[in-house]
């Protein structure tokens, strides 16, 4: 017993002084992903500069730090915060040495939240409120043109090596450029800080900073991608088009999912679950529309006039309402409800009509998060579409999920840096059809539509990048479901084919939490209480698919008694 208590608390410590030493550093320290938060990206800092000597520096602490987290015996942690650090640090890390073979920093360009956007929004959360971090702020973004050098000089190298990005992602990365380039200094993100601080001589030091040193920055890069990486980019939207493109895909499908199952096993479950999808539409459809041909169903669900908004401001406060509707009702599905605030806030001007599809932003104690929308085409968008949208975003998806883990206390700072898409994008999904469960829905069209979209991702992200579908194959498969504009087709499939196997991840998590409720509910029976289900699955954040079975599995056991 005492040996057991001791070894315990070894690995306890253990565990805490691996998060506390190294964990900010391995995370910041090398390239984030493509589908990094806001706080990795402010995390790595506009002040680094890589090259490739720090980079396998980097890589060997990194070795290093994964063996000694591997090492620390999970079932020994059971309980405690420890156990979330070791399974988030453990799956970071795996993820991030399989993912090496891809060079990311050879390509890092992406229209979904790229170094360019990321960084303009981390300069409207910078802190300014003291003199001390105006200071510091002033100091930080004096280094961000040597950043942007840096990743100029880093594509030309991949260009050299035959690593680039698709042709139609490089004009989009360039029109959003293009759209910060064209605000004033006063309307930049950059010079937003200025805005907020009330200081004169900080406003008159960063003005300079920016119209010198930020703005001709991004100009450079800007033009270096029209004049020089446009006509050398790649034709072929699939990651396989690239140097060891295949493992490249598997190690980015396991990164996003943290599942180790292949992209043939997802595309054949994503087909599976497609078909049971449409026998469900057809079942509503038979009721709203007395018809069972599935064509007709979702062509009347996409296209009642009825359904339509006239105004992008008709769309926004349509989308409040509901985001303030699903809040009320949440209660009766949580044991714990958090306090932090959601609002609906419009995309930035310099956003819209970019390819950025609609995103949640997390907030803090100071500010409330975001459900951030795109209102560029109101009129394409319907009611039903719009309904799944704000769920999934905000209540009771991605903002139910983080402001809850975020509430958690005694958790180590390291948890509140790393997302994983299975687990998080898997809750919002599974989000969706929990609307429905709880009368949310208020349009016909809201779920025939939100059964056409789920398991798509599953088939259309292997079909691009494994099994060499078109760009039209791809748009009219991801057409047929109703779920978005037919004008955004094309920027979907660049969406795909810059955040390789992401897609996948909506459904994978989906499914996998779903298949645990079912199994809690066959357990317990009578004893089975969603709220308490929810409350498991939310409280340990987005931990991997595997450890989050294994905390509901015990939470079963413990129920029953076993």
Request: proline share 5%; hydrophobic share 40%; aromatic share 8%.
């Amino acid at each position: 017993m005492f040996h057991s208590s001791w070894r315990q608390m070894r690995c306890a410590t253990l565990a805490r002084s691996l998060c506390s030493s190294r964990a900010f550093a391995i995370h910041s320290g090398l390239p984030t992903s493509s589908d990094a938060s806001i706080a990795s990206i402010s995390a790595r800092n506009a002040s680094s500069v890589f090259s490739a000597e720090a980079q396998a520096a980097a890589e060997k602490t990194e070795d290093a730090f994964l063996a000694e987290v591997e090492a620390i015996d999970a079932s020994l942690l059971v309980g405690q915060p420890e156990w979330i650090a070791k399974a988030m640090l453990e799956q970071r890390l795996r993820a991030n040495v399989a993912q090496r073979i891809c060079r990311q920093e050879l390509w890092n360009i992406s229209q979904m939240g790229g170094w360019h956007s990321g960084y303009s929004q981390v300069a409207m959360l910078q802190p300014v409120d003291t003199p001390e971090l105006r200071e510091q702020a002033l100091t930080r973004w004096a280094k961000f043109p040597g950043f942007v050098d840096q990743e100029i000089a880093s594509l030309r190298e991949g260009v050299e090596q035959g690593y680039t990005v698709p042709k139609t992602v490089a004009g989009r990365v360039i029109a959003q450029m293009d759209g910060l380039l064209a605000l004033p200094t006063e309307q930049s993100p950059f010079y937003s800080m200025a805005v907020r601080a009330d200081d004169e001589e900080f406003a008159t030091a960063l003005r300079e900073l920016v119209e010198t040193g930020i703005q001709p920055a991004l100009q450079r890069a800007r033009d270096y991608l029209q004049n020089d990486y446009l006509p050398a980019a790649r034709e072929e939207l699939s990651i396989t088009a690239i140097p060891n493109g295949r493992e490249c895909y598997d190690a980015l499908l396991y990164g996003y999912t943290t599942l180790d199952r292949p992209g043939e096993d997802v595309y054949e479950l994503g087909q599976q679950t497609v078909a049971a999808n449409k026998a469900g539409i057809i079942a509503l459809g038979r009721a709203a529309y007395e018809t069972e041909d599935f064509d007709e169903i979702l062509e009347r669900a996409k296209n009642d006039p009825a359904d339509k908004f006239e105004s992008a401001e008709e769309l926004l406060q349509f989308s409040k309402d509901m985001v303030a509707r699903a809040a009320v009702e949440m209660p009766n599905w949580v044991g714990t409800m958090p306090e932090q605030a959601v609002e609906v806030v419009p995309f930035e001007k310099h956003e819209e009509g970019t390819g950025r599809s609609a995103h949640y932003n997390p907030g803090n104690a100071d500010r409330p998060a975001e459900y951030r929308i795109p209102l560029a085409t109101p009129e394409e968008e319907g009611r039903g579409n719009a309904e799944a949208t704000a769920f999934h975003e905000a209540w009771p998806g991605h903002h139910l999920q983080v402001a809850t883990f975020q509430a958690v206390e005694g958790l180590h700072p390291v948890t509140r840096i790393i997302w994983f898409s299975g687990p998080g994008e898997g809750w919002a999904r599974y989000s969706e059809a929990l609307s429905e469960e709880m009368g949310l829905y208020q349009s016909t069209s809201g779920p025939i539509l939100r059964r056409a979209w789920p398991a798509r991702g599953m088939v259309v992200d292997p079909g691009i990048h494994l099994f060499g579908w078109t760009r039209e194959e791809a748009k009219a498969y991801m057409a047929e479901s109703g779920r978005f504009p037919v004008s955004s087709g094309d920027e979907m499939v660049d969406r795909i084919a810059i955040i390789p196997g992401q897609l996948t991840a909506y459904d994978s998590g989906g499914l996998e939490i779903l298949a645990l409720r079912r199994q809690a509910e066959q357990e317990l029976g009578d004893d089975f209480d969603i709220r308490e289900f929810h409350d498991r699955v939310l409280e340990n954040g987005t931990i991997p698919l595997g450890y989050l079975r294994q905390h509901v599995e015990a939470w079963i056991a413990s129920k029953k008694g076993d």
